[in-house]
């Protein structure tokens, strides 16, 4: 995955995702709190709507309890009473009072003037149960009053029962009824004749109150509580329905749904109604036909078969906040975007100058070490440019410095590699004037050290050129001139070169077939025989030992060349770790090139050089070749293949 699309995921995981359920959450906890502010007030507007409706309706009544107390309406029914139960003074007594009675129609109609609208008609009942006076809004008008009597009127007047069952019973309330005005109630209250302790039922005033007045009284003052116009005018955000015991809308908003059963005309407000004919209280969502959601609550309504719910529009109430929540969604989606396309750009800059870092980088490990960047920025791209410079120039002078170190050590190596030779040779001719000083006088001593001085003198030449070819030298060729090669000569001159002036001192042993042959370059072979004949004679010291010179077929294709002496051994780690290493030695005078030199020779012609060894014991060295050419590849194999042998007891000779 590439920086870019690690970083996008990670601003969405760890940036937008949290943005959106932030906002989401903000929205949602706002719609919670708004639906609890709505619930509340619908709640405590439903409780106040129903306790002024029961404040209203007994202040009506306790009005009408008064009217009927009124002395001219007692006056007038004690006139339309039938004289001919009374004594004749009483007879008297009531044409003389019956005169102000004359005006109780305006009495009447005085009351009704009070409460505009609120009336339907107001009846005055005789003890016969026939009406006398009728005082009733005309239809199509808001306040007028039409006053009847006489003929006018209508023969009876369907009255409650318990009015007229006992002469205590006070004012009665009847059921809520629909009328073509709408709701009403009709109220009958008894008018009695006060005379000391006797009370006589006189007659009675039934009083329609229209209850869908004060319903929309109440519509009024709840749209100016919510700062609105009337229902009629613009949609309301609250709406007033009263329904009855038989689930029919006594009351709604739209008039148009009146005395319609609730479940019918609103499907969504089916539960609240339900409820709400059963007496119940509390609050519950629902959906109106439009779709919209809204929350009613809703309790009964004390003394009256009612029920009354205040409902306030949740979807509008949160249309301000839906808005809000819709725009900081958007909000957060353009600072998304924005903050994405910033966020781009600046990758896409630095992932530029990390490309070109990355392609200098490339270009110092195919070997172009002249590599620097230059960029104009200030962020952290410019110190990985500046280490990558300051990288690269100390990466010249240290290539610059290990050349040097390379060539230097390359001329220590070839001064040492002359040393250890010349070191070599001068052993042999040290030996060699050792010996003519005790056998100088003899002819055949003589014929063989001239040879041997002429043989050294050919190899200080040898060495000599060496030294003005470095180049040639230092190549790692060791093969010069390879050719089938009788070795038991070679080995023999080695022998009684190095080995037989020191017979007197240690025992001697040559096992040698007569002819065994190789591949080789005689002088190369020559020295690798001198030098593990010199470290043998070394590690014998001054003590007497065995020396022990084998050679023979190891197989069918290899030849092998054994070096034994008795001397004090190496240690298993010392072989692991230092024996074949250059410069590492046990002898007290040495550089530790010899056996380093031996190895790579003999690995040049395809062989191997082992080492078996034991402390106090002995050590023996054995060179394995081939007997037949090999190839450059067989050379370089054998090269890598060089490992020393564990250390292990050497069988005494």
């Given at each position: 995955?590439?920086?870019?699309?690690?970083?996008?995921?990670?601003?969405?995981?760890?940036?937008?995702?949290?943005?959106?359920?932030?906002?989401?959450?903000?929205?949602?906890?706002?719609?919670?709190?708004?639906?609890?502010?709505?619930?509340?007030?619908?709640?405590?507007?439903?409780?106040?709507?129903?306790?002024?409706?029961?404040?209203?309706?007994?202040?009506?009544?306790?009005?009408?309890?008064?009217?009927?107390?009124?002395?001219?309406?007692?006056?007038?029914?004690?006139?339309?009473?039938?004289?001919?139960?009374?004594?004749?003074?009483?007879?008297?007594?009531?044409?003389?009072?019956?005169?102000?009675?004359?005006?109780?129609?305006?009495?009447?109609?005085?009351?009704?003037?009070?409460?505009?609208?609120?009336?339907?008609?107001?009846?005055?009942?005789?003890?016969?149960?026939?009406?006398?006076?009728?005082?009733?809004?005309?239809?199509?008008?808001?306040?007028?009053?039409?006053?009847?009597?006489?003929?006018?009127?209508?023969?009876?007047?369907?009255?409650?029962?318990?009015?007229?069952?006992?002469?205590?019973?006070?004012?009665?309330?009847?059921?809520?009824?629909?009328?073509?005005?709408?709701?009403?109630?009709?109220?009958?209250?008894?008018?009695?004749?006060?005379?000391?302790?006797?009370?006589?039922?006189?007659?009675?005033?039934?009083?329609?109150?229209?209850l869908d007045t004060l319903f929309?009284?109440?519509?009024?003052?709840?749209?100016?509580?919510?700062?609105?116009?009337?229902?009629?005018?613009?949609?309301?955000?609250?709406?007033?329905?009263?329904?009855?015991?038989?689930?029919?809308?006594?009351?709604?908003?739209?008039?148009?749904?009146?005395?319609?059963?609730?479940?019918?005309?609103?499907?969504?407000?089916?539960?609240?109604?339900?409820?709400?004919?059963?007496?119940?209280?509390?609050?519950?969502?629902?959906?109106?036909?439009?779709?919209?959601?809204?929350?009613?609550?809703?309790?009964?309504?004390?003394?009256?078969?009612?029920?009354?719910?205040?409902?306030?529009?949740?979807?509008?109430?949160?249309?301000?906040?839906?808005?809000?929540?819709?725009?900081?969604?958007?909000?957060?989606?353009?600072?998304?975007?924005?903050?994405?396309?910033?966020?781009?750009?600046?990758?896409?800059?630095?992932?530029?100058?990390?490309?070109?870092?990355?392609?200098?980088?490339?270009?110092?490990?195919?070997?172009?070490?002249?590599?620097?960047?230059?960029?104009?920025?200030?962020?952290?791209?410019?110190?990985?440019?500046?280490?990558?410079?300051?990288?690269?120039?100390?990466?010249?002078?240290?290539?610059?410095?290990?050349?040097?170190?390379?060539?230097?050590?390359?001329?220590?190596?070839?001064?040492?590699?002359?040393?250890?030779?010349?070191?070599?040779?001068?052993?042999?001719?040290?030996?060699?004037v050792n010996n003519m000083e005790?056998?100088?006088?003899?002819?055949?001593?003589?014929?063989?050290?001239?040879?041997?001085?002429?043989?050294?003198?050919?190899?200080?030449?040898?060495?000599?050129?060496?030294?003005?070819?470095?180049?040639?030298?230092?190549?790692?060729?060791?093969?010069?001139?390879?050719?089938?090669?009788?070795?038991?000569?070679?080995?023999?001159?080695?022998?009684?070169?190095?080995?037989?002036?020191?017979?007197?001192?240690?025992?001697?042993?040559?096992?040698?077939?007569?002819?065994?042959?190789?591949?080789?370059?005689?002088?190369?072979?020559?020295?690798?025989?001198?030098?593990?004949?010199?470290?043998?004679?070394?590690?014998?010291?001054?003590?007497?030992?065995?020396?022990?010179?084998?050679?023979?077929?190891?197989?069918?294709?290899?030849?092998?060349?054994?070096?034994?002496?008795?001397?004090?051994?190496?240690?298993?780690?010392?072989?692991?770790?230092?024996?074949?290493?250059?410069?590492?030695?046990?002898?007290?005078?040495?550089?530790?090139?010899?056996?380093?030199?031996?190895?790579?020779?003999?690995?040049?012609?395809?062989?191997?050089?082992?080492?078996?060894s034991e402390l106090s014991v002995?050590?023996?060295?054995?060179?394995?070749?081939?007997?037949?050419?090999?190839?450059?590849?067989?050379?370089?194999?054998?090269?890598?293949?060089?490992?020393?042998?564990?250390?292990?007891?050497?069988?005494?000779?």
């Amino acid at each position: 995955m590439s920086i870019r699309a690690k970083l996008l995921l990670v601003f969405i995981v760890l940036g937008l995702v949290p943005m959106l359920l932030l906002s989401y959450g903000c929205y949602r906890s706002g719609a919670r709190a708004v639906e609890q502010l709505l619930r509340a007030d619908v709640t405590q507007r439903a409780a106040h709507l129903s306790a002024d409706l029961t404040t209203i309706l007994a202040d009506r009544e306790a009005d009408l309890t008064q009217l009927a107390r009124d002395p001219n309406l007692r006056a007038y029914l004690r006139e339309q009473q039938t004289p001919k139960a009374m004594s004749p003074a009483g007879q008297a007594a009531l044409l003389q009072s019956a005169r102000p009675a004359l005006a109780v129609p305006a009495t009447l109609a005085a009351f009704a003037h009070n409460y505009p609208g609120g009336y339907a008609s107001l009846v005055l009942v005789g003890a016969g149960r026939r009406p006398l006076a009728r005082v009733r809004a005309a239809l199509g008008t808001g306040s007028e009053l039409r006053i009847e009597t006489g003929d006018a009127l209508p023969a009876r007047v369907e009255l409650d029962e318990r009015v007229w069952a006992a002469s205590a019973q006070g004012l009665v309330r009847g059921p809520v009824t629909h009328e073509a005005f709408g709701a009403a109630v009709r109220y009958v209250v008894p008018v009695f004749a006060d005379d000391g302790a006797q009370r006589l039922l006189l007659g009675a005033i039934v009083a329609d109150l229209k209850l869908d007045t004060l319903f929309n009284q109440f519509e009024t003052k709840l749209a100016k509580q919510v700062n609105a116009e009337p229902p009629a005018q613009v949609e309301p955000q609250r709406i007033v329905v009263v329904l009855d015991h038989a689930g029919l809308l006594a009351h709604h908003t739209n008039r148009a749904l009146y005395y319609q059963p609730a479940a019918n005309v609103m499907p969504g407000f089916a539960n609240v109604a339900r409820a709400m004919t059963t007496g119940g209280w509390g609050a519950e969502f629902f959906t109106a036909n439009d779709g919209q959601r809204w929350l009613a609550a809703y309790q009964p309504v004390a003394g009256l078969d009612l029920s009354i719910a205040v409902a306030g529009n949740v979807t509008a109430a949160a249309a301000g906040l839906q808005l809000f929540g819709t725009a900081g969604l958007a909000l957060t989606m353009l600072t998304a975007l924005l903050v994405c396309f910033v966020m781009t750009i600046v990758v896409e800059r630095t992932a530029r100058r990390i490309n070109r870092v990355a392609a200098a980088a490339a270009e110092i490990a195919a070997g172009n070490l002249e590599q620097r960047i230059n960029v104009q920025s200030t962020d952290e791209t410019r110190l990985l440019v500046d280490s990558f410079n300051l990288m690269s120039d100390r990466l010249r002078e240290h290539i610059a410095r290990e050349t040097e170190s390379k060539q230097f050590q390359s001329f220590l190596r070839l001064s040492a590699m002359l040393t250890h030779d010349l070191k070599n040779s001068i052993t042999g001719l040290s030996m060699l004037v050792n010996n003519m000083e005790r056998h100088l006088d003899r002819a055949e001593f003589r014929a063989d050290a001239i040879s041997s001085l002429r043989a050294a003198t050919d190899k200080l030449r040898a060495l000599v050129a060496r030294l003005n070819e470095p180049a040639r030298t230092l190549s790692g060729e060791y093969r010069h001139a390879i050719r089938q090669t009788d070795l038991v000569p070679v080995i023999r001159r080695v022998f009684a070169t190095l080995a037989e002036p020191v017979a007197a001192i240690h025992q001697l042993d040559m096992q040698l077939p007569e002819q065994l042959s190789a591949p080789v370059d005689a002088e190369r072979f020559e020295r690798v025989i001198e030098n593990l004949v010199i470290n043998a004679l070394e590690a014998l010291g001054a003590r007497s030992g065995r020396l022990t010179i084998a050679a023979g077929l190891l197989d069918e294709e290899h030849v092998f060349i054994s070096v034994r002496d008795t001397g004090a051994g190496m240690t298993e780690e010392f072989i692991r770790t230092r024996l074949f290493r250059p410069f590492a030695t046990t002898k007290e005078k040495g550089i530790g090139l010899g056996l380093y030199t031996c190895r790579e020779i003999i690995a040049a012609h395809g062989g191997r050089l082992e080492v078996e060894s034991e402390l106090s014991v002995g050590t023996c060295f054995r060179v394995v070749l081939p007997s037949t050419p090999v190839t450059r590849t067989e050379q370089l194999s054998a090269a890598r293949s060089q490992q020393p042998t564990n250390a292990k007891a050497v069988p005494r000779a």
